[in-house]
């Protein structure tokens, strides 16, 4: 809500500008409405005002004056002056006082309103622009205009939530160290990147927590079909200033609770909690030893089945298996001289399936495949580079369908741990990115040769089932809705 001050010595048109303003111009509230330019210019000293609308003529100061006063005491504001004169003096003494609309009697309801939104798409870009640099600096205590700060964010409090898209990345570091604000960001929040492109810091715009929860499940929606996602968020609104304080525990708990294959969006919990960490008895390992020293590979096969299961059943979260499985694999380069031999690679493209994997079952099959299983017939039949190359293909080819990872999984034999890697490994990207830029990249293409294809027939020749995800996607990925972006090649 941006902030309003009115100030007109005649009732009537004070009031009818207040009325204009309740009922037809939600982003705005008037918190004042005074008869004088000298009570207008008391409320400048006192308050931070976004717009100030002020007739040009009134008893003692003018609408000029009060101009040129409110420009020097708060330099960011709007101004609209409202004047029953059209002489060219007065509207050269309100360009000189820098304001916004000059604007004569009679004003309609039409106009007015075409004003607000004027205004409104002003302080909507000042917004986001001053955003740029001052979000990121709260979250990550970095220097930063605290004045600016107060005059934006101290009105009230704020809802965070940070989320975790799939699993973690346990080789990211732990803390927040750099942030920007993803540009554009939707209505109701402000969004930060998190530590890579798989997480966001949201900053929700909302008053209540009815609404904030409501459209961060519309947020979360966007994860489509991904079988892990996790999202802390503060119940209670806050000021600004402990969004810093907000990242650091969201960051810890999404490291206590996260769970492969899982959806949780967990409420945020002031102070420390101490974790004790899960390990495999040192009994259980020495006959895992035995089982690979002896070459009974279906025992080891068996042995990762259960624990996958019983991690499964007891939702143990993604850092303790992690550490779970470095147990196994450690303990194995003591039995294995082969694994022993390259642990160190072994290590990382275990890390990689972990951050992947859509079950623990599907983790360790992995880790099974990757130990022993390096010279099955599916690689030498394709190289890994291939079987990318496939998948990329496929997808170039079929993005119009229905298609979700398992459906190019059952297409080219391998399991979505592996295809996760490939598309990371070649193409430094994920599954959903790809398909996404390959659908929007043909809408474009669309948008452009036939530009009078109704939006839900582009939608649906691109892979979406409506308009309405496909133009949240769309803006998303250009920046501009649909029609905006027509509209710009139009001209």
């Not at 001050?5 to 009325?19: S, Y």
């Not at 360009?95 to 039409?110: H, M, N, R, T, W």
């Not at 955003?131 to 990121?136: G, N, S």
């Amino acid at each position: 809500m941006y902030r309003v001050l009115i100030a007109d010595d005649e009732m009537p048109a004070l009031r009818f500008t207040r009325n204009i303003i309740q009922q037809f111009s939600s982003q705005f509230q008037v918190v004042d409405a005074v008869i004088s330019g000298e009570a207008a210019l008391k409320v400048l000293e006192s308050q931070a005002i976004d717009l100030l609308i002020t007739d040009i003529s009134m008893h003692g100061m003018s609408g000029i004056e009060l101009a040129k006063h409110a420009k020097k005491l708060q330099p960011d504001i709007h101004i609209v002056i409202i004047s029953g004169y059209g002489e060219f003096e007065y509207a050269q003494g309100a360009i000189q006082a820098g304001v916004d609309e000059y604007v004569l009697k009679p004003v309609s309801i039409s106009k007015m309103t075409s004003i607000l939104q004027t205004i409104q798409g002003k302080l909507d870009s000042e917004q986001q622009e001053q955003a740029a640099a001052i979000l990121p600096a709260i979250a990550c205590r970095q220097p930063y205009d605290e004045a600016a700060a107060v005059k934006l964010y101290a009105r009230r409090g704020w809802f965070f939530a940070y989320v975790l898209w799939g699993n973690l990345n346990m080789r990211l570091p732990k803390k927040l160290g750099a942030t920007r604000l993803v540009s554009p960001s939707q209505d109701n929040f402000f969004i930060l990147s998190g530590r890579d492109d798989e997480e966001h810091i949201l900053i929700s715009k909302d008053e209540t927590l009815e609404n904030f929860l409501m459209n961060l499940s519309v947020f979360m929606a966007q994860a489509g079909t991904r079988p892990t996602w996790t999202v802390v968020y503060n119940p209670t609104p806050q000021p600004m200033k402990t969004l810093a304080g907000f990242v650091d525990k969201a960051l810890e708990m999404v490291y206590q609770k996260t769970v492969i294959g899982k959806h949780q969006i967990l409420k945020y919990s002031a102070g420390s909690v101490r974790e004790e960490r899960l390990t495999l008895s040192a009994a259980s390992l020495r006959q895992l030893a035995y089982f690979v020293s002896t070459g009974k590979k279906h025992l080891v096969k068996d042995f990762f089945i259960s624990h996958a299961v019983q991690w499964e059943n007891g939702q143990i979260s993604q850092r303790q298996v992690w550490h779970m499985v470095h147990q196994i694999l450690y303990q194995l380069a003591t039995a294995h001289q082969p694994i022993n031999n390259r642990l160190t690679d072994i290590l990382q493209d275990t890390d990689e399936m972990i951050h992947c994997a859509a079950s623990y079952g599907d983790l360790m099959a992995g880790v099974y495949s990757l130990l022993f299983d390096s010279d099955n017939a599916l690689d030498r039949r394709m190289t890994a580079q291939e079987l990318y190359n496939c998948a990329v293909e496929y997808i170039q080819a079929n993005y119009a369908q229905p298609l979700s990872m398992q459906s190019i999984c059952d297409e080219l034999g391998i399991s979505q741990t592996y295809l996760s890697r490939l598309f990371r490994k070649y193409g430094n990207t994920t599954f959903n990115t790809f398909l996404t830029r390959c659908r929007m990249d043909a809408a474009i293409q669309i948008l452009q040769e036939k530009p009078n294809m109704l939006l839900r027939e582009v939608a649906a020749c691109v892979g979406y089932e409506g308009s309405s995800y496909f133009s949240k996607v769309f803006h998303q990925y250009t920046g501009k809705t649909p029609s905006q972006y027509f509209s710009d090649v139009q001209e």
